[in-house]
């Protein structure tokens, strides 16, 4: 007789039907979690990601502006404004609202074009600004014996192609400086004009000339000369020339007009001049990103509409993507103090001999406040209604300074970016907490043209604006 099989102990029995549907179901439910931690967790990588890179550019876009502009106006270029100048590229010598700074404010129509009066350059983005800076950028200011120059080689009585200059590879303090570099930039050129020269007199840094470069001579080696002799031709047709300073609608009566330079006057320092201008630029995109904007440096001659050694791609250096606004303010040493506008009460630093008390103060108004007005402070383009023409912005009153140019101090400049792809779960805030517009300086986002950048798929970016405030270090 056989035995019944004893039956197989608990511990050695498998998995119920029911236990297996349970543990299949617990295992999904966490590979379920874990596909959506992870897309939750490369969204946010994806969106950390492009707001490092819109950061970087935003960084890269300040640095590049504020680097410039700590140069400018050097090699004696003025720092005073004609803001209300309007150009005519019809005359012999157009108008330009500032020598070494030059803001062109909330361009629309044949404005946004980059080079003024050239429908073929590229255009700014509409509504935004155009800064132009004027100066010797990056090259050395050279350090010249004043007896070395000659303004009129053939005594005509005129500064016409044959003024002549010699610039050593010591300067007169017995300091080396290295012509090198200044060799170089002259050579690129195949003709003449080969850019142009500030020369400054050593009288009084406000008396400057701007010469075209008609031609030059190396001596020694091209690398490494032991002088450079130049023709120059003083009497051209730039209206950054203070011979021209009165061709362009300046006062002939005004103080500027003693920075024209003398028939005997003398040279003391000179330097390669540059010009650069800052703007945004929209290009083709996709179907996620239809228009991609990016901050665009253009070089021009000095003085001209033209583009650098007359290329055409001069006029478009890509600076930072993603920025689709810059917007300029300027702090000026105007008449106005905390207490008002008021011609009875010294506003500016040269009213009085000290460095304290409110004159010696760049105000600006609370734009949040309603009881102060930012049209009646002492910055230009903060405010919609600042007038471009008002003689605050230009001339000072006070009879202790009457009729003395008012300068720039300041240039405040914010840089607006926005990530390089739209996410459609998220709805931008506006940038401003005002209640009448979602501002930038003197540009409202909430109105055209403003709102291709602040309306529909375009609050499905991120946004972030940075400011800085540059010392004009040269004024």
Known sequence: MRRAPRPAPATESGFSLIELVISML???????????????????????????????????????INRTLRTAGRGSLPFD??????????????AVSGIAIEVRNNVTGDARYVARGDNTSPQAIAGSDILTVRGCIAGTAYQIDPSTFEWDADDNGVGDSDAVLSIP?????????????LVQEIQVYAAAPRGRMALVSPTALQVYAVADIVSMVVNGLAANPTSVDLTLDLDNASPINPVNLNAVGYDPTAPELSRMYPPEMTVALVCFLEEYRYYVREVAGDALTPLRPRLTRARFEPGTELPYLGQAQSFSLDLADGIFDVQVALGLDTDFTVNGFDATVPGSYNDDSD??????????ADPYDEAQNGDADDWLYNDTGDAVDAIQYTTHSFDD???????????????????????????????????????????????????NYNSGDALKHRRRVLQAIVDMRNV
């Open 169 to 181: 590879d010591t300067s007169v303090a017995g300091l080396a400086q290295p012509l090198g570099p």
């Open 401 to 451: 300074n009457a009729g003395n140019p008012v300068q720039v101090y300041f240039v405040r400049v914010s840089v607006a970016g926005r990530t390089a792809r739209l996410d459609r779960s998220y709805q931008a805030p506006e940038l401003d907490t005002r209640a009448d517009g979602d501002w930038i300086e003197d540009h409202n986002l909430d109105a055209n043209p403003g709102l």
């Open 355 to 364: 460095w304290i008390d409110v004159d010696d103060v760049i105000f600006e």
């Open 81 to 94: 404004l004609r803001p209300n100048a309007d150009f005519d590229e019809t005359a012999a010598i157009p």
């Open 26 to 64: 617990i295992a999904i439910e966490i590979l379920i979690a874990a596909a959506i931690a992870f897309d939750i967790h490369n969204k946010v990588a994806s969106v950390q990601v492009q707001i490092t890179d819109l950061q970087q550019s935003m960084r890269v876009a300040q640095y590049d």
